[in-house]
């Protein structure tokens, strides 16, 4: 009722304001202060009409009715949903009473949980590779590779960017991109490397470069600088010829060096724009790119990144953080892809784009094609946008009031009520008042589309939470272990299993600790540190609850157990009950009857 009224006094003060800058101008030949004064008192006078006079006469005299709370509410969510695309499924989890066959159970989506983590593997690559090859390992990204006729198989990707300190014809273009096993390591601790992509079965030890049709980078996130070129080499930049072309080249990049016929000859190509990020931004300045990973797609390597379009003000919008601002709408609906060694710059609308992102697609449609035009071996390899979920996460640990959501962490594999071996980007909802496990927080991509996932837990303290883990993990770590991975919380639709990997100093993987149903286990592997907590773990504890609530949740599932007729369940219930009260676990025995004299 509001927004009706002060919706046309807007436009009736705008078309005041124009006037009152109407008579200010007429002052400046009118030598007459009344003029621009009457003007700009009338325009006072409406804005006090306007923004308080106008909607108070209107409540009087229509009512809010009640309902202005709840449309304002209404109108908040939507706000949230379009400004975010915060379209969330929640799917409700169970927890099942401890048996012994749950480790079996999910053994396959648990061999391929990840020994690596994105942080520690550049380190290990870029020391295994050594100094016969130019550039450096900055990051890892994980992926899902396709494998004919069987599931995706996790791999690391990382590329040898070229060095920050490479500049005009002191270096070749950085050559190599390294494909590692995500889930495997070799006897020393070391990495297992692909060397043909369609073979993840002929993995080797020693440091190895995927064979690709095109094995040179010269664009890369990392690379800065210019550099020169032969004329017939790859890279896409501006070729010398002449005075006036070595002039002008040598004041717009300040770079001296082209005016050498020797150290630049003639017909010679300067690259320019290395930089994924700059060349991005160069070429689509209406969108932020976020960060750049490598794709594989017919033989050559190509740097993906997400383009955002953010704004600050959005009515009803919820603010979040977001790159050093807060902004109230904030969207991925660009493509942007860069050659790595051709430096061709491609953007694409993203599929479902937004209202906005459309609009700049419709202006330039020269340069942003549509998704229909992005490559099908490209669009099988795009993961959900990672800056677009972390604002996803803020909005819904807000609502729910949640204390801490831990970092988010990539997983390949399904997840209840999705059969699917996707990619998956994961975080952790603990609740408020004690750390322990509300929900986990997923996005897929799915055709393209982001997919927001909720898996929520009914019972939040049976499952403690990363904050609570990382102490008992740390103490559980395998002996020479310095460096601790992510700790990933892995939902199941009867539980949750936890994962933490250890490395030494040197980056070499020492060990894999798991947690389950409030035990600590370690093993070289997931599945033999969950083994070894099966082995020795107590199977009627209730973790983190005192004995008298332990008590009340055995009694709880003694009775549902026994209204459902799951007499095994209610077996287990009945000795859990039995150890929470202080009692034998166990089968009871009636004492026999005296002897009858």
């Known amino acids: 009722m509001l927004r009706d009224v002060r919706i046309p006094v807007a436009l009736v003060l705008v078309l005041m304001s124009l006037a009152v800058a109407a008579a200010s101008l007429v002052w400046l030949k009118v030598d007459r202060a009344r003029v621009p004064g009457v003007a700009w008192l009338a325009l006072l006078g409406a804005m006090v009409v306007g923004r308080w006079v106008a909607p108070l006469m209107a409540a009087a005299a229509w009512g809010t009715e009640g309902r202005t709370v709840t449309e304002l509410a209404a109108a908040s969510a939507r706000a949230r949903r379009d400004g975010f695309l915060l379209v969330s499924d929640t799917v409700p989890l169970a927890l099942a009473l401890p048996d012994p066959g749950y480790v079996n159970r999910h053994a396959t989506d648990l061999a391929e949980a990840p020994l690596w983590d994105d942080y520690v593997l550049p380190g290990v690559l870029s020391r295994a590779a050594g100094t016969t090859t130019t550039g450096r390992v900055y990051s890892a990204s994980l992926a899902a590779l396709p494998r004919r006729g069987g599931a995706p198989v996790p791999v690391f990707l990382a590329a040898r960017e070229p060095d920050e300190t490479e500049r005009a014809g002191d270096a070749p273009g950085a050559a190599g991109v390294m494909t590692v096993l995500a889930a495997r390591a070799g006897p020393a601790g070391t990495p297992l490397f692909l060397p043909v992509l369609e073979r993840p079965d002929a993995a080797v030890p020693t440091p190895t470069d995927l064979e690709l049709a095109v094995r040179e980078t010269w664009f890369a996130p990392a690379a800065t600088g210019n550099v020169v070129t032969p004329g017939a080499a790859l890279p896409t930049g501006v070729t010398v010829r002449g005075l006036w072309s070595r002039l002008s080249l040598a004041w717009a990049l300040q770079f001296p060096g082209v005016l050498s016929a020797r150290r630049v000859p003639s017909g010679s190509v300067v690259v320019t724009e290395r930089s994924v990020a700059a060349r991005l931004a160069r070429y689509a300045p209406f969108a932020a790119f976020g960060t750049a990973w490598p794709v594989i797609v017919d033989g050559r390597m190509l740097w993906v990144a997400w383009g955002y379009v953010a704004r600050e003000i959005y009515p009803l919008g919820t603010a979040v953080g977001w790159r050093d601002e807060r902004v109230r709408y904030l969207r991925a609906g660009f493509l942007g892809t860069v050659d790595a060694a051709t430096g061709v710059t491609r953007v694409y609308l993203a599929r479902g784009a937004d209202p906005l992102s459309r609009a700049w697609q419709g202006v330039l449609p020269e340069l942003v094609a549509g998704w229909d035009s992005v490559p099908a071996a490209l669009s099988g390899q795009l993961r959900y946008p990672e800056e677009l979920f972390n604002a996803q996460v803020q909005l819904l640990r807000g609502q729910a009031r949640r204390a801490r959501v831990a970092e988010p962490y990539w997983w390949v594999g399904t997840a209840p009520g999705d059969t699917a071996v996707r990619l998956r980007v994961r975080a952790v909802d603990e609740v408020a008042l004690e750390p322990r496990v509300a929900a986990v927080i997923e996005g897929v991509l799915e055709r393209g589309q982001p997919r927001l996932r909720v898996l929520s837990y009914p019972e939040p303290y049976a499952l403690a939470g990363p904050s609570e883990i990382e102490a008992e993990f740390a103490a559980a770590a395998p002996g020479g272990a310095t460096i601790p991975g992510r700790l990933r919380v892995v939902p199941f639709d009867d539980g ?93 025995r009636v004492a026999p009857p005296p002897p009858r004299d």
């Open 496 to 588: 949750a299993v936890a994962l933490q990997a250890f490395y030494a100093d040197s980056g070499t993987f020492m060990g894999m600790v798991a947690g389950w149903q409030g035990s600590v286990g370690t093993g070289a592997t997931p599945l033999e540190a969950l083994r070894h907590v099966s082995a020795r773990g107590d199977a009627t504890s209730i973790p983190g609850a005192t004995p008298f609530e332990a008590a009340q949740e055995w009694f709880r599932r003694l009775d549902r157990a026994r209204s459902e007729g799951d007499w095994t369940a209610f077996g287990t219930a009945w000795n859990g009950l039995r150890r929470a009260l202080g009692l034998p676990a166990g089968p009871s």
